[in-house]
């Protein structure tokens, strides 16, 4: 019994240490996106209405957010390798992508 509880506790334990408390793994759940060498993270996200914040972290090249769809249009970022774009986003689904980048694109579903 007590071999029991003592793996119940490390199992326990171990878990919380190892969790995502921001939300920022594939799928996250946050109102921050990541830009950094040719990809968003995360990609796609699901965040609440209001701000997101595009933080540019890494980047070795220039990059930008350009916005494809969405229920409004939020203002493109200029390109840059380093700072930050905030936008307000209300409900719904937005595309994005960087110019600069082939296949660098990403999606937000805001609740």
Request: hydrophobic residues 35%.
């Amino acid at each position: 019994m007590r071999i029991a509880g003592l793996f119940l506790l490390v199992f326990t334990a171990t878990t919380i240490a190892c969790s995502d408390s921001t939300g920022s793994s594939a799928g996250g759940h946050g109102n921050t996106i990541t830009v950094s060498n040719n990809f968003f993270s995360p990609t796609p996200d699901t965040a609440t209405a209001g701000l997101v914040t595009f933080t540019w972290s890494n980047a070795s090249n220039s990059h930008n957010v350009t916005w494809d769809t969405g229920p409004t249009t939020p203002a493109n970022s200029a390109t840059m390798t380093s700072g930050t774009h905030p936008v307000t986003l209300s409900q719904g689904t937005y595309t994005y992508h960087c110019t600069i980048h082939a296949g660098m694109n990403g999606r937000i579903v805001v609740e």
